[in-house]
Each structure stands twice: as C-alpha cells, then as structure tokens.
C-alpha cells in the first residue's frame, strides 16, 4: 500500500512537473487543449468530497444570527479567500481622481450619451484606466447600471467610430502586435437594447488595469503599491484576477460622482474569467447591489470539489499570474480547501445574484455551478429571510429560474455570452430595479 502510494505521489509530481514546463514553453491554445483531453467530464469519476458548511465557524461554532454571520463568518471568510485564493488587495489609493476625457450627447444615432473617463491611480496624470459609459437619452432622473470588463478594448465592443482607440503607449504596453478592429466584440454587448430597456452600461478594458498574461507583474497596477524592495506579490497577495476587481471597486468612486447613474443599482457583471472578477468584486465591495457570473467556471460559481472539467491545477498550470501563489498549494488537492465557491456566493447574500452556464460548456462545470446556488442558499434562508436558488435539481436548458435572490439557468450552446443571456439579466435586473 505504502509503495502504490509512492508511485503515485511520484506520477502526481510528474504531472505537475510537464504541466509547469508547458505552460512556461507552449501557446496558451496549446496548453488549454492538453489540460482538456487530460480533463474528467464524468460524473462517476468525481471523488467523495464533504463541503463546507457556510453556517459554521472554522473553530466549530454555529451561526444562527444575523449579528454572528456580519461580526463573525463573513469577516472569516472574506479573509480565507482572501488569503488562500485571490490574495489581498490594498486600499483605494488616496490620490485617485478622475477626468472626463471625452462626452457625446447624440451617440448612437442620438439614443445614448457616451464618455470616456480616466480614473487616475497618482497624483499625476501617468497611471490609469478608462472606463467607457453609455447612458440612455430617455430617461428621467438616475439610471441602473451594467457595469463589466471587456477583452480586448473598449473600441472593441461597438462599431462606434467615437470611441476612443488606446493610446500608443497604451498599445505598448499592453504588448499588442496588431490593434483589434473596431467592432469584433459587438455581439457580446448589445447597447442598444441596454439603452432601449432603460439601463446604461460602463465597461473597462482588463489589460488596461493588469495584463492577463504571466509578466510576473512588472506591469498593470501591482508595481504601484510594492514596498521597498519588493518586486513580487506575498504568497497572500493580489493576484490578477483580484487586480480586475479592485479597479471595479475603484471605478465604482467615479460612479458615485455622476449623477446620471444610480450607485444603488449597479449589476456587477462578468464573463468567463471576468466572471470570477465579478464574483470578487461583489464579495469584497457591497456597494454592488447584483451580481451576474456568466459560465465563470472554477475559480468562479463552480465547486472546486467536483473536480470535474477545468481544475486548481489545470487553472493555476495555464494562468499562474490569476490567483495568489497560496492557491497553488491546493493543485490536485481540493478538499483541503478551508472553503469552496458556494461561500463565495454566500458571501453575495442578501443581494441578488445570477449565475448562468451552458450546456456545451463542460470545461467550465455547469452543474458545480448550479451546486453553487444551491447550497449558498441557506445563508440566504436562515440568516436573511430571503429566497436563495429555489431548485435543487438542475433545470432543462433555457428554462430560468429566477423566483429567488440566487436565479439560474443554463443556456443551450457553447461557451459565451449571447443576447439570450443578455435578456434574462435585463429581465432579472427589472425585477429587483424596477419595483
């Protein structure tokens, strides 16, 4: 027994061994399409695992009040995942300011006011991010927003020859070999229908606030706040992922500041990675009043426990610089996590959250996802008195379940955000925004 147990460890160490080496050598696609013909997609295969309830303290003790869960396991939580998983964030710099760089009033054939706004992380004018604003003409007062990151450039999501291209600089540094075309992105934001449905959209281009590549964070904001000496995130510091939400966080000060827009009605959104982003931005940042993860997947909605599609180690082999060095000590090792996703949703309660997938999206774990909602739901129930996910059974494709303050479907298709998905986040935002 002891010997199979040696062969094991060995053949782990192994594996664990090419998969670093290819990830430092080979292509991203390369090494995603290795992870997945290695992946497990069967439900038979998923190994035993307890999950952790998000109503008992680390020491054993229960919570049964709202007073304890506020007081007690939220701070508790919010310090694992930060610690063990995202990695700690510092605070707002104290010098951000903003500036609007450009507004047009008639954008869109007239429907939408459009700005550009830089959100300054110094004093000086040399570090920064902007975030693209498009608010709807026909409105009166304040409107809800739909606030979200982009891939590949603001100018990316409309053919809106207003939009802003980068900067030189800016394209240098986000090592672009060739500037995206305007427009590539458009099928993924559909504006029109935002602005028609009385919601304005912000959006910020990722690479603008952390490159989403291993640069072992020379660029982006993390050089900004290292302490003398320091050239690297702690083990227990912001990685990548963290990075995005913090500067959601961040723009949401600027949001404050315009009176156009209703801070108390901002859906904090995010698609695959940036679903993660949206997840995290939401748990440490209350100012977001919903919460919407589209196919996030692990490190996302999805249970780390199943071990099912796209795992810690396939997750921390091909994207090292996402989560905090710590993480990596649970490669392979799931149910030695102090936590899983479920609490990261818990940690939304009692606001509202969607959490959506796709039936062709076995990498990113559908039902872990669903799993997710289920058993956050308790702390929706018992600690706030609210409806969490009401199932416990996965529900048919393209059947939503939005009764409750955790809503869910899984949309026919492949690993996306589409105009489906799109209408029932509108539809779920009328019914918390629109009473």
Known sequence: MNTQKKITGILCFLQCFVLTVLAESLPKD???????????????????????????????????????????????????????????????????????????????????????????????????????????????????????????????????????????????????????????????????????????LATIYRGDIDPDFDDAFKNGVHPLFYKKGQHHPANDEWGTIAAWAWAMSCAMNYFETDKDINTSQVAVFGHSRHGKAALWAGATDQRFAMIISNCSGCGGAALSRRAIGETIQAVNQQFPHWFCRNFRKYNSKENTLPFDQHELIALLAPRPVY?????????????????????????????????????????????????????????????????????????????????
Do not use: C
């Open 30 to 200: 390369t090494i995603f399409r290795y992870l997945a013909s290695k992946a497990n997609y069967e439900e038979e295969n998923i190994p035993n695992y307890d999950l952790p309830n998000p109503l008992i303290m680390k020491n054993g003790s229960t919570i049964n009040t709202l007073k304890q869960w506020n007081q007690k396991r939220r701070p508790e939580l919010l310090r694992l995942f930060e610690t063990e998983m995202f990695g700690k964030a510092p605070k707002h710099p104290k010098d951000m300011h903003f500036k609007i760089l450009t507004e047009d009033k008639n954008a869109l054939g007239g429907i939408a006011t459009r700005k550009e706004v830089s959100v300054y992380l110094t004093k000086s004018d040399k570090h920064y991010f902007t975030v693209l604003i498009y608010i709807p003409n026909k409105r009166s007062g304040a409107v809800p927003l739909f606030f979200g990151l982009n891939f590949k450039g603001n100018h990316t999501i409309s053919l809106d020859p207003g939009i802003s291209y980068p900067t030189p600089e800016k394209q240098k540094e986000f090592l672009w070999k060739r500037l995206p075309p305007r427009g590539i992105a458009a099928a993924r934001w559909p504006i029109e229908m935002l602005m028609e449905n009385g919601y304005a």
């Open 355 to 435: 959490i959506a997938s796709a039936t062709e999206d076995q990498w990113a774990d559908p039902k872990g996802e669903f799993l997710s909602g289920v058993h956050a739901t308790p702390v929706y129930e018992f600690i706030f008195g609210a409806k969490g996910l009401d199932a416990k059974e996965m529900p048919p494709s393209d059947t939503p379940l939005q009764d409750g303050s955790i809503a869910y479907h899984i949309r026919s298709g492949r690993h996306d955000i589409t105009q489906y998905d799109w209408k029932q986040y509108v539809k779920f935002a009328d019914k918390w925004f629109r009473k």
